[in-house]
């Protein structure tokens, strides 16, 4: 499961419970308790534009937090053995076939079903610690689906004077929530951290890429 689909299953997940008011209030003032004052600390309440420098901050958190996660719930060298073993045999599966070597492709297509069935079996030991991922990411995403909700509707209101916005290269400044490749701009900027975060994590532990 590479990292964009971590991502969008975290994404989806968050959504989907912050579509539910009950929940959502509920995650939100409970998580705000945490990043309530950890924003303040940064200092966003006085300098709204450090939202940038907190994104990346709980960015690093999650990023460090699923890579541990994975690096200790997965047997990585087990997985390399198995991802070895498939590429050694779909060369000689390949050789059989371009050989027209039939008695050679039955006694391949044996094999090929345990190795497939090997493979299945570690691709779904990669969502073992999802469970235990969601439980601190979906949190901190709902956390920030709220505050930034909140911050919208004191603008619209007329008690903050202005939205933070976030600067991308080629895409200029951008508001907050401002829409950009169909997503809102602290999304997007979430996503950049947390996927180039989390590859150089999981280089620096010498862990697969998930």
Do not use: H
């Not at 603008?155 to 290269?169: C, E, H, L, Q, S």
């Amino acid at each position: 499961m590479g990292g964009m689909g971590s991502f969008f299953i975290v994404m989806l997940i968050a959504m989907g419970a912050y579509s539910i008011a009950p929940i959502r209030d509920a995650i939100g003032s409970g998580a705000n308790v945490v990043f309530g004052p950890m924003a303040t600390i940064i200092g966003v309440t006085d300098n709204p534009q450090l939202w940038v420098i907190l994104i990346l901050i709980l960015a690093t958190i999650t990023g460090c937090y699923s890579s541990l996660l994975q690096k200790y719930t997965i047997d990585y060298e087990k997985m390399q053995v198995v991802q070895a073993k498939m590429k050694e045999f779909q060369k000689i599966y390949r050789e059989a076939q371009l050989a027209g070597d039939e008695k050679q492709l039955k006694k391949l297509n044996d094999k090929r079903t345990r190795m497939m069935e090997e493979q299945m079996q570690m691709s779904q030991e990669q969502f073992k610690p999802m469970g235990w991922i969601l439980i601190v990411t979906v949190p901190i995403f709902i956390w920030m689906l709220w505050t930034v909700s909140n911050m919208q509707a004191a603008f619209d209101a007329g008690t903050i004077v202005a939205m933070p916005t976030i600067t991308f290269p080629y895409l200029g400044e951008i508001m907050l929530n401002g829409i950009s490749f169909f997503l809102p701009a602290w999304i997007l900027w979430y996503m950049i951290c947390s996927i180039c975060l989390s590859q150089v994590i999981r280089k620096a532990l010498n862990i697969g890429g998930l």
